[in-house]
């Protein structure tokens, strides 16, 4: 028997999926995905999230700032997250750095970090990272910072290899996204291979972080542009490819999966 299948990471709230939040749910229970954790990326879409979870118990929300979209804070976030967190069980996240697409605001990215994860350590409940070329940054604030007893996530990690060991000894997990089945991928998929076995989750990112088309079971478009999207239904083709990758049976695999996706989002 196969192990369920946990999606460690994604934005079911996007309103770019063509589909209705409740078919994408069906059609990727049917291949087996027990759980999903539903990322809020600011003030504007916690509401689409909150609603999504209260609808659905296979979801998990997850209510955090991206760096992308910090101007779009108001002055009360810190207490209108608080209250999103007080609602239903729920995670933190997505919250993060970023120097690579705006490294302009990168003081104010590590503020509100510092003080979600403040937050985070406070309630002990997990936080799912989004990093870019601010490894080192990321790094320090981590080791500086009071952290959730439980850990956290470093969603589809694309830092270098020799940082995968000073990060899981602070408590991180690191989560595999199907993107990086890309051919081109070479390094991160080496990479992944360093990341200790009871820390490795797999993720979709969906409708973001498409895979490459071998992968692609459930396709979908933007209505609006036409581009494709990913589908949470692809997670079970990324379980997949992973445990060759690794060369594990699938049972296993997904059972070992399980087991870090439990120890890191149980109980919520």
């Not at 609602?87 to 003081?107: F, H, M, N, Y």
């Given at each position: 028997?196969?192990?369920?299948?946990?999606?460690a990471?994604?934005?079911?709230?996007?309103?770019?999926?063509?589909?209705?939040p409740?078919?994408l749910?069906?059609?990727?229970?049917?291949l087996?995905?027990a759980?999903?954790?539903?990322?809020?990326?600011?003030?504007?879409?916690?509401?689409?999230?909150?609603?999504?979870?209260?609808r659905?118990?296979?979801?998990l929300?997850?209510?955090?700032?991206?760096?992308?979209?910090?101007?779009?804070?108001?002055?009360?976030?810190?207490?209108?997250?608080?209250?999103?967190?007080?609602?239903?069980?729920?995670?933190?996240?997505?919250?993060?750095?970023?120097?690579?697409?705006c490294?302009q605001?990168?003081?104010?990215?590590?503020?509100?970090?510092?003080?979600?994860?403040?937050?985070?350590a406070?309630?002990?409940?997990p936080v799912s990272?989004?990093c870019?070329?601010?490894w080192?940054?990321?790094?320090?604030?981590l080791?500086?910072?009071?952290?959730?007893?439980r850990?956290?996530?470093?969603?589809?990690?694309?830092?270098?290899?020799?940082?995968?060991?000073?990060?899981?000894?602070?408590?991180?997990?690191?989560?595999?996204?199907?993107?990086?089945?890309?051919?081109?991928?070479?390094?991160?998929?080496?990479?992944?291979?360093?990341?200790?076995?009871?820390?490795?989750l797999?993720?979709?990112d969906?409708?973001?972080?498409?895979?490459?088309?071998?992968?692609?079971g459930f396709?979908?478009?933007?209505?609006?542009?036409?581009r494709?999207?990913?589908?949470?239904?692809?997670?079970?083709?990324?379980?997949?490819?992973?445990?060759?990758?690794?060369?594990?049976?699938?049972?296993?695999?997904?059972?070992?999966?399980?087991?870090?996706?439990?120890?890191l989002?149980?109980?919520?």
């Amino acid at each position: 028997m196969m192990s369920p299948l946990y999606d460690a990471h994604n934005h079911l709230q996007d309103h770019r999926f063509p589909k209705e939040p409740s078919t994408l749910i069906q059609e990727a229970t049917e291949l087996g995905v027990a759980r999903m954790v539903v990322n809020g990326c600011s003030e504007s879409d916690w509401g689409d999230v909150l609603v999504l979870a209260r609808r659905f118990p296979i979801l998990l929300p997850s209510f955090g700032c991206h760096p992308w979209y910090l101007e779009d804070r108001s002055e009360s976030w810190e207490s209108r997250l608080n209250w999103h967190l007080d609602q239903v069980p729920s995670a933190i996240g997505e919250i993060g750095l970023d120097r690579w697409k705006c490294p302009q605001t990168i003081e104010i990215q590590k503020e509100v970090f510092a003080r979600t994860l403040r937050i985070a350590a406070a309630r002990n409940l997990p936080v799912s990272i989004h990093c870019l070329e601010a490894w080192g940054c990321l790094y320090d604030l981590l080791r500086s910072e009071p952290l959730p007893h439980r850990g956290f996530l470093l969603h589809s990690y694309g830092g270098p290899q020799e940082m995968v060991k000073p990060l899981a000894s602070l408590g991180a997990y690191f989560s595999f996204s199907g993107y990086f089945a890309q051919e081109r991928k070479t390094r991160q998929r080496e990479t992944f291979l360093a990341v200790p076995g009871d820390r490795l989750l797999i993720e979709t990112d969906a409708p973001d972080q498409l895979p490459p088309p071998a992968l692609v079971g459930f396709p979908l478009a933007d209505a609006a542009t036409g581009r494709a999207l990913n589908h949470p239904a692809n997670l079970k083709a990324v379980y997949q490819f992973v445990a060759r990758m690794f060369g594990e049976e699938e049972p296993s695999f997904a059972a070992r999966v399980e087991s870090n996706f439990l120890r890191l989002f149980g109980g919520l």
